[in-house]
């Protein structure tokens, strides 16, 4: 696998005018070019979430923030986003803002144990 391949440059592209490879590589310049909102995310794939799902993508983005960057992003199989371990793991589900009755605040009782409140 090529470490700035060409679907990495089309991202870039996107992003900013003229990124190369020592750009791309630069840990700095990819926290700079972080993704943290739906729109920018649907813009630098090239999808489209239906009007629900992007609801509840914007709902559970403001519980639980967005933040991955574009070298994360570029390995996202956009065909299956919706099994691709990438996603899963960087993208956070609406499922997540259900509570059930059995949810503790604090279920490994680290509060008793900690030096700070909160």
């Known amino acids: 696998m090529s470490i700035f391949n ?4 089309d ?3 996107k992003i900013s005018d003229n990124v190369e490879l020592k ?7 990819q926290l700079r070019h972080t993704v943290r909102d739906i729109d920018t995310f649907e813009t630098l794939l090239g999808i489209k979430f239906s009007s629900e ?8 983005v403001k519980h639980f923030p967005l933040s991955i960057t574009p070298y994360y992003l570029s390995l ?7 099994k691709d371990p990438v996603w899963m793991q960087s ?3 609406p499922s997540e803002l259900m509570h059930a009755q059995y949810d503790m605040p ?4 680290e509060d008793r144990d900690s030096p700070v409140e909160g």
Do not use: M, V
């Open 106 to 109: 604090d279920p490994l009782a």
């Open 23 to 29: 750009k791309w590589k630069d840990w700095k310049w």
């Open 76 to 82: 996202i199989d956009t065909d299956d986003r919706d």
């Open 6 to 9: 060409e679907h990495q440059k």
């Open 91 to 93: 993208f956070p589900s």
């Open 11 to 13: 991202l870039a592209g």
């Open 53 to 60: 799902e992007k609801k509840n993508l914007d709902e559970t």
